[in-house]
């Protein structure tokens, strides 16, 4: 499996906002968001194919109670399979980030699902296949229906309008079993003021369409930054 980075920060994102844990970013992906803020991990993956031992090692170096299986993908690898294993294994609370295009049967705590909308279409001087293979593979309803009815969830969506809002609304209609609170709308973007700035519109469109407001903790704390 390759990985672009293993490092120990705090979760930014979601349910878990403040917990220390440890991070392991697969890199790989087979989507290519166009405000991908990882494309170390997907446009142009970097990092070295590690053994299911060299990355639990690695895991190892750090106490942490909570794990971060992140990317890119990482439900490309069926390596994550008996890393989650050993992880829960050793008492680990285990989180998934996901695009939710691909399902795998792993032991997890959490299925962290982030549906790609209309938004992430890659515009501008990308390469045309990516493009369409992008649109082709990004919406896979059954898949992040599966991951709801198969593991504790969460789903967290990119907006930057309302009209994005209102996609989601849609999109979540059409799913069914998702347990309470756990539907997050994020503001696009990887500048702290410009998020400061999206929250003052998007958290009151949040409580009005019965959705929780998810700000990027990571970027107002540590700024665009790997590893962290
Ligand atoms: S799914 Fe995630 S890692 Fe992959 S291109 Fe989109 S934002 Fe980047």
């Known amino acids: 499996m390759r990985v672009a980075e293993i490092y120990e920060s705090v979760q930014g994102e979601g349910e878990l906002t403040g917990q220390a844990s440890i991070f392991v970013r697969a ?18 993956p970097e990092g070295d ?3 299911v031992a060299a990355i639990l090692q690695q895991i190892g170096r750090f106490d942490g109670s909570h794990v ?12 994550l399979i008996p890393i989650c294993e050993r992880l829960r294994d050793e008492g680990r609370h285990v989180t998934i980030e996901t695009a939710g295009t691909l399902h795998l049967a792993l032991p997890c705590d959490l299925m962290s ?20 293979r992008h649109e082709q593979t990004r919406h896979s ?11 504790p969830h ?13 996609e989601v609304q849609q999109y979540v209609e ?13 503001p696009q ?3 702290a003021i410009d998020l400061a700035a999206a929250a003052k519109w998007l958290e009151p469109e949040c409580r009005r369409r019965g959705f929780r407001f998810c700000p990027r903790k990571q970027i107002e704390w540590f700024g665009l930054q790997r590893a962290t």
């Open 113 to 132: 699902i982030s549906p790609k909308m209309n938004n992430s279409t890659p515009l501008g001087d990308v390469d045309p296949r990516w493009r369409l």
């Open 27 to 44: 890199s790989g992906c087979n989507l290519r968001c166009g405000f991908c803020d990882t494309p170390y991990a997907s446009w142009a």
């Open 189 to 191: 973007g990887v500048d």
């Open 141 to 151: 309803m059954d898949v992040v229906q599966r991951l709801i009815d198969d593991y």
């Open 68 to 79: 971060v299986l992140t990317g890119g993908e990482p439900m490309l690898f069926s390596e």
């Open 174 to 186: 059409q799913l069914s079993n998702i347990a309470h609170g756990r539907v997050m709308l994020m």
């Open 154 to 166: 969460q789903l967290k969506f990119v907006v930057r309008s309302l009209a994005d809002c209102q």
């Open 49 to 51: 194919d590690l053994s």
